[in-house]
């Protein structure tokens, strides 16, 4: 391949690197051992000098693709070695407490979070709405769902947390009016929810961002893409967990269509919502 196009190629892939990763560049340009200014620089395609080897290995090592993929030698994205299964059926899943949602948001830390919840977002929902969600559950479960929602809200709330939230307007709707599964929870509880959500997204944004969409018009099922290194769809009692770039790619690409269908976007929500506990019925 000529000099030319192995730089160009290179800087294609590492920039589709970088709009996976979600965060910053300057936060980008740490992981890799870089300054922001030197980034970009490489992005720009003024030269046609690769970086240096060991920058290069960085950059593979950092965010889990081949040396041969980043120069265009292969069109494979996954390491030779590696030997991790591309989907996973994990069984007893929760959309509202696991250890292991836990531990994937710990180790996506630094990237940025994609979340389609199953209800509500659960780092939003009051201790009354948790507790009426799962009224027939075991009280330990109800417990320890009370207490990931705490832990998720501080993940929240670190500096370096990026998360985009996606979920049809109805839905909000229709909790603010008491229907389908919120029909039997008293009026004081839902406005309380309300204010009490639309008083986080406040706080929160702009690192926490809620775009709502028409659910008339667009569908997704529960998802969280954990930066670049896994998506977890919840399916009722199990996630279906994929690894492989490829797949976690065309994910990605569908939460941004989600989020181009939005009809109200992240700097408004909160007033949109805070709205809702007018539409609060019962």
Known sequence: MDKRNVGQVFRERLADIMRRYGG?????????????????????????????????????????VSLDWLLGVSQSERLAAEIAPTLAIELGASAHDDS???????????YKIRYVPATLPDLLRTEATI??????????????????????LAYSRRPET????????????????????????????????VLHMARLLDELYPTFRL????????????????????AAIYAGDMYLVLTTTEHIRVLIDRFDGLIRQAVVNPHEAAARVQRLAGEVQG
Not at 24 to 47: E, V
Not at 100 to 110: H, K, N, S
Not at 166 to 187: H, K
């Open 100 to 110: 292991r949602l836990q531990e994937w948001r710990r180790e996506a830390a630094g």
């Open 24 to 64: 910053p560049q300057s936060r980008f340009a740490d992981s890799i051992g870089l300054d922001r200014s030197a980034l970009s620089q490489l992005l720009s395609g003024k030269t046609e000098r690769l970086p240096r080897a060991e920058t290069l290995v960085a950059i593979a090592d950092a965010h889990g």
């Open 162 to 193: 990026d998360m985009e939230v996606c979920m049809p307007l109805q839905r909000l709707t229709g909790f603010a009016r008491g229907e389908g599964i919120w029909a039997a929870l008293d009026a004081d509880t839902r406005r309380a929810q």
């Open 211 to 230: 775009f709502l969409y028409d659910g008339r018009r667009i569908f997704s099922a529960p998802i969280t893409i954990f930066g670049p290194l896994r």
């Open 131 to 152: 507790r009426y969600e799962l009224g027939r559950e075991p009280n330990e479960r109800v417990e320890a769902t009370i207490a990931d929602a705490d832990q998720h």
